[in-house]
């Protein structure tokens, strides 16, 4: 029997690839359409985990740099405007919108955690809040 630490005879590749997990996303086309493009420049990553309590919402934001979020715990509507509508549960992936408006909102009973990584550059921004944009 194989160990998983074992290399496969043929290549150097592991018999079991730590690389080869469960698929949380593949994508390069986010909900609204638009194809992910990374900014110029050097690059710079930010991960984070980002909790919103029941009721909470973003405020209405785009991203000037790639952005994933995958939802640990919880759910999340986000609104794109003419887009349409669309709720991220626990256990999904989601590529979020990058050049359009949108603001989501913790519509559960429960709060929601995220792991949201911010694919930049030196000098862009990650999030940009529009300026017009009502408060709660």
Do not use: C
């Given at each position: 029997?194989e ?6 005879p ?26 992910v493009?990374?900014?110029p ?23 000037g740099?790639?952005t ?36 989501g ?13 911010f ?14 944009a009502?408060?709660?």
């Open positions: 029997m160990k998983p630490t074992e290399n496969h043929d290549h150097g590749k592991p018999v079991v690839d730590v690389h080869d997990g469960v698929k949380l996303l593949d994508s390069g086309v986010n909900f609204v359409g638009e194809q493009s990374y900014p420049g050097k690059a710079k990553i930010k991960s984070m985990l980002a909790t919103m309590a029941p009721g909470q919402k973003t405020g209405w934001h785009k991203h740099v790639p994933y979020g995958y939802i640990l715990e919880g759910q999340i509507t986000v609104d794109y405007g003419d887009a349409g509508k669309t709720t991220y549960h626990a256990g999904e992936g989601v590529l979020e919108a990058m050049d359009y408006w949108h603001e909102v913790n519509d559960g009973d429960v709060p929601a955690r995220v792991v949201v990584v694919m930049g550059a030196e000098g862009a921004e990650n999030v940009i809040y529009k300026p017009d009502p408060s709660d």
